[in-house]
């Protein structure tokens, strides 16, 4: 096992256009490859493929903030009521329920002395991990290509079951990638439009018959001047005998505003917490409406009992696999009576 922990730590072009281009901030993956969903396929003879790249299910976790925070608060909430022995250290049991929830699936090795007694529990990163086709046999790929056999029957997968193949676990979240993918391109893109620096505030228009070239130049200089430190200050511009509208400041920026920016960030993000089906209360995520999201507490109870306690239930099935009680799970804070 130290051998397959150690390989496992070891682990634009310009764009020429001529008036408006955009440089970065770029997406974390292309999006219309990661779905590409198919039946695992078997590699070198000796492994099966996941059906999804699991590379993209690692980025996919940084694409949407709700997406990440989602699966933080499962996360979170879980430990907070588990207890483990010195046979499952609490990083190990970190890592197991972070791969379960974004990939669907855990792995557990057991390591024995000569005489068969566990002697230590250890989580290999599911990322690289790969089912063989041996009954019972697993690799770890670390660089694509360099490759660790554990030993038959030593390695076992947790899966969240798919109903296309049984080889691997899925994700329960994959309904609601492209609406994070949606959340993520609206995000960029707007931070594209201001990095651009292209766009204008507004037109400064004068018609005023009365105006030399040099109250002209000066104000040009004033306007100027606004930008960087001691910005947004008063413009004074007297015009005696002016007519009326002879200056007008038409705003150009107001254009962004009209877009469907919000719409976009709040109906994707709507999507994403309908997968995880977690309560937005839990996510610090802030009401449109006067009535808020309700009671938080009660909320929490009902996330707990519908989405925590079955995790807890999977995660048992550790204490079958090793013959032992290695971890057990006290009750949530919330639900515990109140004196």
């Given at each position: 096992?130290?051998?397959?922990?150690?390989?496992?730590?070891?682990?634009?072009?310009?764009?020429?256009?001529?008036?408006?281009?955009?440089g970065?901030?770029?997406?974390?993956?292309?999006?219309?490859?990661?779905?590409?969903?198919?039946?695992?396929?078997?590699?070198?003879?000796?492994?099966?493929?996941?059906?999804?790249?699991?590379?993209?299910?690692?980025?996919?976790?940084?694409?949407?903030?709700?997406?990440?925070?989602?699966?933080?608060?499962?996360?979170?909430?879980?430990?907070?009521?588990?207890?483990?022995?010195?046979?499952?250290?609490?990083?190990q049991?970190?890592?197991?329920?972070?791969?379960?929830?974004?990939?669907?699936?855990?792995?557990?090795?057991?390591?024995?002395?000569?005489?068969?007694?566990?002697?230590?529990?250890?989580?290999?990163?599911?990322?690289?991990?790969?089912?063989?086709v041996?009954?019972?046999?697993?690799?770890?790929?670390?660089?694509?290509?360099?490759?660790?056999?554990?030993?038959?029957?030593?390695?076992?997968?947790?899966?969240?079951?798919?109903?296309?193949?049984?080889?691997?676990?899925?994700?329960?979240?994959?309904?609601?990638?492209q609406?994070?993918?949606?959340?993520?391109?609206?995000?960029?893109?707007?931070?594209?439009?201001?990095?651009?620096?292209?766009?204008?505030?507004?037109?400064?228009?004068?018609?005023?018959p009365?105006?030399?070239k040099?109250?002209?130049?000066?104000?040009?200089?004033q306007?100027?001047a606004?930008?960087?430190?001691?910005?947004?200050?008063?413009?004074?511009?007297?015009?005696?005998?002016?007519?009326?509208?002879?200056?007008?400041?038409?705003?150009?920026?107001?254009?962004?505003?009209?877009?469907?920016?919000?719409?976009?960030?709040?109906?994707s993000?709507?999507?994403?917490?309908?997968?995880?089906?977690?309560?937005?209360?839990?996510?610090?995520?802030?009401?449109?409406?006067?009535?808020?999201?309700?009671?938080v507490?009660?909320?929490?109870?009902?996330?707990?009992?519908?989405?925590?306690?079955?995790?807890?239930?999977?995660l048992?099935?550790?204490?079958?696999?090793?013959?032992?009680?290695?971890?057990?799970?006290?009750?949530?804070?919330?639900?515990?009576?109140?004196?």
């Amino acid at each position: 096992m130290k051998k397959s922990r150690k390989k496992t730590t070891a682990l634009a072009s310009q764009s020429a256009v001529e008036v408006f281009s955009f440089g970065e901030p770029i997406p974390v993956l292309d999006r219309s490859e990661i779905l590409n969903y198919f039946e695992p396929v078997l590699m070198y003879q000796k492994y099966y493929n996941p059906p999804i790249n699991l590379s993209y299910l690692a980025k996919a976790l940084n694409a949407s903030p709700h997406h990440q925070s989602a699966i933080t608060v499962k996360k979170n909430i879980l430990l907070s009521t588990c207890k483990t022995t010195a046979l499952l250290p609490r990083t190990q049991l970190e890592k197991l329920v972070q791969d379960y929830l974004v990939f669907g699936n855990a792995y557990i090795e057991v390591q024995r002395n000569q005489f068969g007694k566990v002697i230590g529990l250890f989580s290999p990163l599911a990322k690289y991990m790969r089912a063989g086709v041996e009954e019972g046999v697993f690799y770890q790929i670390v660089n694509g290509y360099e490759e660790h056999k554990f030993s038959a029957g030593s390695v076992f997968n947790l899966v969240n079951p798919d109903i296309n193949q049984e080889v691997y676990g899925v994700p329960e979240y994959l309904a609601a990638l492209q609406s994070a993918f949606l959340n993520e391109s609206a995000t960029l893109f707007r931070r594209k439009y201001y990095l651009n620096g292209a766009h204008a505030g507004s037109i400064i228009y004068f018609s005023d018959p009365t105006q030399n070239k040099d109250d002209i130049a000066a104000i040009k200089d004033q306007i100027r001047a606004t930008k960087g430190t001691g910005n947004f200050k008063n413009l004074f511009i007297n015009i005696p005998g002016g007519k009326k509208d002879g200056i007008q400041v038409i705003p150009l920026s107001d254009a962004v505003g009209k877009d469907e920016f919000l719409n976009i960030k709040n109906a994707s993000r709507d999507d994403v917490l309908a997968a995880h089906r977690v309560p937005p209360q839990l996510m610090g995520i802030i009401p449109n409406n006067t009535g808020g999201f309700g009671d938080v507490e009660k909320a929490t109870r009902v996330f707990f009992v519908n989405e925590i306690v079955p995790l807890q239930e999977r995660l048992k099935e550790i204490n079958q696999i090793v013959g032992e009680t290695v971890i057990s799970f006290v009750d949530y804070k919330l639900l515990e009576p109140t004196k």
